[in-house]
C-alpha cells in the first residue's frame, strides 16, 4: 500500500466526517416538483377520464362490506352488470374532504416521513422471492432472516428514508406467521418507518397488540403510526379483492396509515396507452380513498399508483424501462394535481445482479421520478428481476445514487448568495484566476455537495494500485462489515421476551 | 441449449425486426424540454448576472485579432486591465441578430442534426488518453485505430446521434499529423456528422480541403457542413486562447460550425455556487457568440456550456454526480431561455469501467440533461473515470440506456386516442378482464415501446441457463462482431488514394 493513498485517504476520512444534519447537501423531505412530463391541461384531461372511468365502468368484485360501506357513503351499485359505480361529484366529494396529511411515524422521530406537498421521499417496498448470490451469479429463496438483513442494513443507509417489507420470507409456510413475522422482523431491524402487508383481516387485528404495546398505548401507535400497510386493496384492471379489502378496513379503523395500491401492469392488466395506463391507476386509487373514507373518515392514507410495464413481446415484467420512469413520473404529477400523498414505484431493474444495466436503469429511473412531485419513491433499494429477486449489495449502491437524484431534488439556489459576483472578481480580477482556495469554495465543500459512500472517485492509477475493485465489489465489503457489526433490535429487551412468550416468533433473539 | 430458448429468441428476433423509421417509439431530433430545474425569474436573474460579468469583468488574454475584431463590432478593451468588456446594448444586440438555425449535416442525410428549438440529439465527444480493458481492469493509451473503432461502433449505435472525436491518438506524436489523422479516422469510421478539434488555426486550413473535396465543392461544404468544430476558445475563468481563437476564425470563415466550448469546473476553474457556476459559463459562451458574429455575420455556431464538477475534496473531476446533472441541465435550460443551439454534457462516469456506478451515474445524468431542453447532450456515450478513459463495451451500453432516456423526451402522448376508454371497456366490462390480447395493445408494441439491445428482460431461470451473462459481457460480445465485420470506409475510394498521395494519413487502409 502506497504511503500516498494512505494520507489521501486519512484527508478524505477527515472531511468526510458526519455533518450536522442542517447543513447536510441533503435531507429528509427535500421538495421535488421539478420535472413535469405533463401539462395542466394533459393533466386535466387525464382527470376527466379518470371520473368517466369511475362514474361508467367502476369496479366489480367488491365483497358485501365493501358494497355497504361505498353505497352508505355515495356510491351506487349496478344492478345489472354489479358494478360499483363512483359519481363525479361523490369524487368530487371525497376529495373535498379526505385526509392530505398523513403522518408515516418513525420510531426515531429523527425519521418521521410527512408525505405530502412537494416532500420527497424514498423507501424500499417488494415481495422478492428471491436473494441475489452475487458471488455464484444465482438466485436463492429468500428467508425470514434475509428480511431482516435488509432492513437492518437499511437502517444504515442515509438515502432510504423508511423500510417497507422487500422479501417474502419463504422459509415460513404459515400465512399468519409469515404475516407476523415479517412486520417483527422489520420492526427489530430499522427505527425507521416500517411498511408491511397482511394476508388477512384476522392477521392484521392479530397484529395490533404488538404495535400498541410496542407504542405504549393504542391512543400512542394513533398518534405516531410507525407502521402503515401496504393493501393491494384492487387488482387491476378494476377488480376489488376480499381479504384485502377487509385488511383495509382494519387498518383504516386502527389508525394505521394505508397505502392504497394500485399494481396495473400497462400492456397486461392495464391499457397499453401510457396515458390511459395512468387513468386506470388513479380511477383505482381515487375509489381506494373513497372507501377509505367511507370506513372512517379522516384516516390516514397514501394513494399508490405503481403502474408496472410489461415487455410486449415477452410478458416479462420490465421495470427498468424508459416507459416505467414515464408511468411512475406521470402519476407522481396526478398525485401533485389532486395534491394527494403519494407513493410510485422507481427503482427496479430488469438485471439479475447489480452490473451496469441495473445501474443505468435505476439511474434515470430515480432521476426523473423523484423530480416528479411524488411523495414517496417506492422499490427504490435492492430490487433486481423487476421485482423477484432482491441484492443486499444492489441496496447498498443503490443508496449512493439515490444520495445523488435526492442532490438534484434540492436543486440549484438562485439567491443573492449563490450570484455573489463579488466572488467571481475576487477569483479572476483580482486573485489567482481559479476558485479553489476561496473561502466560498471551501464553506460549500460540506454544504453544497454530496459525497458517495461507495461509488469511486480514485484516478486510474490509483483504483489500479487498489486492484481494481468494481461497484459491486465494494458494496458487498460494505454488506459483510454491517451485517457482521450491525445487529440491532429496536424491540426493548421485556417486550420483546413477552412477544416471544404470546407470539410464534421466529426471528433468532439479537445477541 | 434448450429447445425453449429457441423458440423464445426466434420469436424475440422476429418481433425485434427493424421497423419503418416513422413509427420507431424513438426517433432523430424528439423534442426534450419537460425538466425544469429553473424557473423563469430564477433564469432571468441568471441572466443579468452574466450581462453584469460580460460589462464589468469581461474577458483578458485575448490576442490582438480577437481584439481587433471585438473591439470594431462593439466590445470595450480596458486600458487599466486589458480586459475586453461586453456591454449589454452590445450583448443584446448580438443575441437579436445571431444565426440560432446551424446545421450540422451528415454524409447520409439520414443523420442530419438541426441543434435548435426543442430538438434534443445525443454525441459522443471527448479527448480521453486512455482505453479501458475490461478483461484485465486496467487502462492502456489511446491510439489512432482506437478513434477509427470508436467512430465506426458509434456508426452502429441506434441512440448515438452524431460523433465527435473520442479519443486522443496516442501513438501521433505531431500535432498536425494527429489533428489531420483525427479527422481522417472520424470521417471514414462514420456516415454521422463528425465534430473534431484542431490545436493551430494553420492545422485548420490545411484540413480543409479534405472537406471541400469530400463535398465536391466549398459551397457544398458550406450548404451541408458534415464537419464541425469543438473550439476550446476561453479557458475558464474568462480566459481568451490565442490558439484556439484563431482556429475559431478560420472556421467562421469557411462555414465550419463552432461549438463554443467553455469548460469550466465548478469549484476550481468555475464558481463552488451551481448558479454562479451557470453565469460564468454562459457569460463566456455569450462572448463567443459576439467574437463568431464579430469575425463572420450569421455564421453558425452552437454554445457549449460544459459545466463540469470537482470534487471539492481531493481536485478529482466527478463528472457523474448529481451536481454535474443539474450544471449540465442547468446550462441546457439557460441555451432554452436565450433560444440559442446548446450543448452541453452529460454521461460521464467517475467509475473506470463499465460497472453498477458507471451505469447510475449515467442514468441519472441522462435522464435529467436529455429532458433539459439542452439540443445536443455530449461526452454522452464511452466516457470513464471521467473523462480519461473510453470504453467500447461502456459506448454499446450507453446506447441502450440513452434510447430509454430519448424514450422519456418523446414523453406520454394525451390525446383521443391515447385515452380512448373503449379500451378499456372492451378489456373489463365486456372483455377477459385483461389487455394482452387487444388489437390496440398489439399495434403499440412497436410504436410505443422501445426495446433494448443488450439489456436483459429474462427471467432469473433463464438467466442462469445462459450461464448468467453480465451486461459488460453481452456488451464485449457485440464489440468483438462489429469490430470484426463493420469496416465502413465513408471516403470514396479515390479520393481516398489522392488524400493518401498528399496527407500524411496514418489510419490502415480499409480492407
Redesign the interface.
Known amino acids: 500500500m502506497s504511503r500516498r493513498r494512505g494520507g ?1 485517504e486519512a ?2 476520512d477527515a ?2 466526517a458526519e455533518l450536522p444534519e442542517d447543513i447536510k447537501p441533503v435531507r429528509l423531505g427535500l421538495a421535488g416538483n ?6 395542466e391541461p ?1 393533466m386535466a ?2 382527470h376527466q ?1 379518470v371520473l ?2 369511475l362514474s ?2 367502476g369496479l366489480h368484485g367488491a365483497p358485501q362490506s365493501t358494497i355497504d360501506y361505498l353505497t352508505a357513503a355515495g356510491a351506487e351499485l349496478c344492478p345489472k ?1 354489479g ?1 360499483l359505480l363512483f359519481p363525479k361529484s361523490y369524487i368530487e366529494d371525497v376529495l373535498a374532504k379526505c385526509n392530505r396529511t398523513p403522518l408515516l411515524a418513525a420510531r426515531d422521530p429523527a425519521w418521521d416521513i410527512h408525505p405530502y406537498g412537494e416532500n420527497t421521499y424514498t423507501a424500499t417496498a417488494g415481495a422478492a422471492v ?1 436473494v441475489v448470490d452475487i458471488e455464484n ?3 436463492r429463496d429468500s428467508t425470514l432472516q434475509d428480511l431482516y438483513d435488509s432492513a437492518r442494513l437499511a437502517d444504515e443507509l442515509e438515502h432510504i428514508h423508511y423500510f417497507q417489507r422487500t422479501m417474502v420470507a419463504r422459509d415460513i409456510a404459515d400465512p399468519y406467521e409469515m404475516d407476523l413475522n415479517t412486520l417483527y422482523a422489520s420492526l427489530a431491524g430499522t427505527r425507521k418507518h416500517v411498511a408491511s402487508s397482511w394476508t388477512t383481516a384476522e392477521n392484521v387485528q392479530k397484529s395490533l397488540p404488538i404495535l400498541f404495546e410496542l407504542a405504549g398505548s393504542e391512543a400512542a401507535f394513533r398518534a405516531r403510526p410507525f407502521v402503515s400497510m401496504s393493501c393491494c386493496f384492487v387488482v387491476p ?3 376489488l379483492t376480499e381479504d384485502a379489502c377487509q385488511c383495509l378496513e382494519v387498518a383504516a379503523k386502527n389508525g394505521m396509515p394505508v397505502l392504497l395500491l394500485s399494481a396495473g401492469q400497462a ?10 395506463s ?3 391507476e388513479m380511477a383505482e386509487c381515487l375509489a381506494g380513498i373513497a372507501y377509505m373514507e367511507a370506513v372512517q373518515p379522516g384516516a390516514p392514507f397514501l394513494i399508490g399508483p405503481w403502474p408496472f ?1 410489461v ?6 415484467m ?1 421495470g ?4 416505467q ?3 411512475s ?2 402519476c407522481g404529477q396526478m398525485g401533485r394535481y389532486y395534491d394527494l400523498p403519494t407513493s410510485v414505484p422507481a427503482g427496479m431493474t ?19 421520478v423523484l ?1 416528479s412531485g411524488a411523495n414517496c419513491i417506492q422499490e427504490a433499494a435492492g430490487m433486481h ?1 423487476s421485482l ?2 432482491f441484492s443486499m449489495e ?1 441496496m447498498v ?1 443503490d443508496n ?2 439515490l ?6 431534488v434540492r ?5 443573492e ?5 463579488n ?3 475576487e ?3 483580482d486573485g489567482p ?4 482556495a ?1 473561502n ?3 464553506a ?2 460540506q454544504r ?4 458517495p459512500e ?7 492509477k490509483l ?2 494500485e487498489l486492484k ?1 475493485p ?3 465489489e465494494r ?1 458487498k465489503k460494505y454488506v459483510q462489515d454491517r451485517l457482521q457489526n450491525h445487529h440491532p433490535n429496536y424491540i426493548p429487551k421485556d417486550l420483546d421476551k413477552s412477544f416471544r412468550a404470546r407470539f410464534p416468533i421466529q426471528l433468532k433473539q439479537a445477541e
Chains 1, 2 share one sequence.
Not at 415487455?311 to 416479462?316: C, I, V, W
Not at 448568495?417 to 459576483?421: A, E, G, H, K
Not at 461507495?454 to 486510474?460: E, K, N, T
Open positions: 489521501r484527508r478524505i472531511r468526510n421539478r420535472y413535469h412530463c405533463l401539462t394533459e384531461r387525464i377520464t368517466e372511468i361508467t365502468v352488470s358494478r428471491n451469479r444465482s438466485y384492471p378494476l377488480l400492456g397486461a392488466t392495464a391499457p397499453a396507452p401510457l396515458a390511459l395512468i387513468a386506470q410495464v415487455d410486449l413481446r415477452t410478458g416479462m420490465c427498468g424501462s424508459g416507459e420512469a414515464l408511468l413520473s406521470g430488469d438485471s439479475k445482479i447489480p452490473d451496469a444495466q441495473a445501474g443505468y436503469e435505476k439511474g434515470y429511473n430515480y432521476a426523473l423530480n428481476a423477484l429477486g444492489g449502491l449512493d445514487a444520495g445523488a437524484a435526492l442532490r438534484t436543486g440549484i439556489e438562485v439567491n448568495d449563490n450570484l455573489n459576483i466572488i467571481l472578481r477569483c479572476t480580477v484566476g481559479h476558485y479553489l476561496h466560498d469554495t471551501i460549500r465543500m453544497d455537495y454530496l459525497y461507495q461509488f469511486d472517485r480514485f484516478d486510474p483504483w489500479e481494481s468494481i461497484a459491486v458494496a
